[in-house]
């Protein structure tokens, strides 16, 4: 019962972490490729000419929505146009952050399974659905214009000038480019089931695979060291809130609160390693997470303690210091547990052989 809880309890943590990940991932994806190639809403504010272009955002956000669900696809449709207009317009459009969720619930409502769309009449049934999509969008998008901006123009007009736009756009991005990607990518996936595991990404073998977790593609599982993971995870959300914040608040982050938190984040993920390298403990796939991803934060941080370097070198030299430290002694605790095992065996054979010469 106790290991059926644990186990219970493990899968809600996972499926948590898993949730918040996704969510967090198509945000940033949202961002930065709308800084790149603008967002969504870019084309139809404040654009009086009837211009063509491929939405790469509206291609890459449609996918993710239609592999993530309609409640993911939804809140990162919302989020993402959020931030993207709190750093770079003037002014909220708070009907197009409404939109685009609505957007992303739509697609999300098909969502992906594993070899769903192998099937032919899938692909032409997420072929319809977006049409039906862009359909509802664009009535949206003629009803806010009309009644919400009040504008003075009839239907007709306003639908020639920007629900005529969003439907050659929606076109030309996705109505056949995503079920095409969604085949390629169950072709590539989910064909068959497999487990990559390479020590690449793992920096354990197989038989320390508690000291990892997995990423599922379609049917595809893939293998990560979890601290690292964490380390990594942490340092991509860092980077990505402080250059929001700086781009919304036009500021820096302070040197000396980034010197502080440089000192203390690290501790846990210290403590963490050190006290199951001692073998006083064995730390967990979640701990080792939150631990990476409280460390990944530091390590970004540290990009702001410039003002402080040679406080920062003499840190660094500390705690890597502490860090080798508890590898030799956690390595001389296993030598003298191993050599008490190989003795106890010794013993007890000679025992074992002398009662049976006896």
């Not at 945000?27 to 603008?38: D, L, Q």
Request: contains cysteine; positive net charge.
């Amino acid at each position: 019962m106790n290991n059926r809880s644990l186990n219970h309890k493990k899968k809600v943590l996972r499926g948590i972490f898993l949730n918040l990940f996704t969510a967090a991932f198509i945000i940033m994806c949202y961002f930065y490729v709308s800084e790149t190639f603008g967002s969504i809403s870019t084309l139809f504010l404040g654009n009086s000419d009837f211009s063509i272009q491929f939405g790469i955002t509206l291609l890459i956000f449609t996918f993710f929505s239609m592999r993530a669900g309609p409640l993911q696809g939804g809140i990162t449709g919302f989020f993402g146009e959020f931030l993207y207009q709190l750093a770079y317009y003037n002014t909220i459009y708070l009907d197009w952050c409404v939109l685009i969720a609505i957007w992303g619930s739509l697609c999300g409502i098909y969502k992906y399974k594993p070899l769903k769309y192998l099937q032919i009449k899938t692909f032409f049934f997420s072929l319809a659905l977006l049409s039906i999509n862009t359909l509802l969008m664009i009535i949206l998008i003629i009803l806010i214009r009309k009644f919400y901006y009040l504008s003075y123009k009839n239907i007709y007009i306003i639908f020639l000038e920007i629900g005529l736009l969003f439907l050659v756009q929606s076109f030309l991005s996705i109505l056949f480019i995503v079920p095409i990607l969604l085949v390629l990518y169950e072709k590539a996936l989910a064909t068959k089931e497999q487990h990559l595991y390479y020590m690449i990404l793992t920096h354990h073998p197989i038989s320390m695979n508690d000291h990892t977790f997995n990423l599922r593609f379609g049917k595809t599982y893939v293998y990560f060291c979890s601290r690292c993971s964490g380390v990594i995870i942490g340092g991509m959300m860092a980077y990505f809130f402080t250059q929001l914040v700086e781009n919304i608040y036009n500021i820096n982050f302070n040197p000396e609160l980034a010197v502080l938190l440089c000192i203390f984040l690290p501790i846990p993920g210290l403590i963490d390693w050190g006290t199951q390298r001692m073998l006083l403990r064995k730390s967990t796939t979640e701990s080792r997470l939150f631990t990476g991803f409280i460390i990944g934060t530091a390590l970004h941080l540290m990009s702001f303690t410039y003002k402080y370097y040679f406080f920062m070198i003499s840190l660094l030299i500390l705690y890597f210091s502490i860090l080798f430290l508890l590898m030799y002694l956690g390595h001389r605790k296993e030598m003298k547990l191993l050599k008490k095992e190989l003795n106890d065996e010794f013993h007890s054979n000679n025992v074992l052989e002398f009662n049976n010469n006896s």
